[in-house]
């Protein structure tokens, strides 16, 4: 599915989005056995913020999660080239960008840590996650 919005300036909005989604696969991909999941955003022209979202299902191995997310991400010069959002869902993988969010996230202060959750609703599926990060390092909580 593609947004049905062109990007006024193509080839900086693939350069800005290329890099975000290889991100996100990698932090997807290395999310362990409870959680195949990463969500983030980076800038993009005009003044524009770029949204994604990655996922693969937690049987996958890390090798087999990034080569499905490469496979799909591949793609976007196929099936999106310039639109400013898209999304392909395959039945053990899939990923989603836009420029505005299209998913909630809440940020909660402990004493030490802050937690991050994030959750899409899609027609499909209700994908609820959590990053926890205390004194600097990170660890990844599913819910």
């Given amino acids: 599915m593609a947004n049905s919005q062109n990007s006024t300036n193509i080839d900086r909005f693939n350069g800005d989005l290329g890099p975000l989604l290889r991100k996100l ?3 997807a991909s290395a999310g362990g056995p409870l959680q195949k999941f990463a969500t ?14 990655v996922q693969c ?3 996958l191995s890390e ?5 499905c997310l490469e496979d799909i991400i591949n793609r976007i010069a196929l099936y999106f080239n ?3 959002g898209g999304r392909i869902l395959v039945p053990i993988c899939n990923f989603r960008y836009e420029i505005y969010r299209f998913y909630n996230q809440i ?13 899409i609703t899609t027609g499909f599926t209700i994908i609820s996650a959590s990053l926890t990060t205390s004194h600097g390092s990170k660890t990844k909580t599913p819910k």
């Fill in 57 to 59: 299902t937690l049987d």
């Fill in 40 to 53: 983030d955003n980076t800038s993009g022209p005009d003044f524009s913020t770029i949204y994604g979202r």
């Fill in 82 to 84: 310039g639109r400013v």
């Fill in 63 to 67: 090798t087999q999660c990034s080569d």
């Fill in 25 to 27: 696969r990698g932090d």
């Fill in 107 to 119: 940020e909660c202060s402990g004493y030490s840590s802050t937690t991050t959750t994030t959750t």
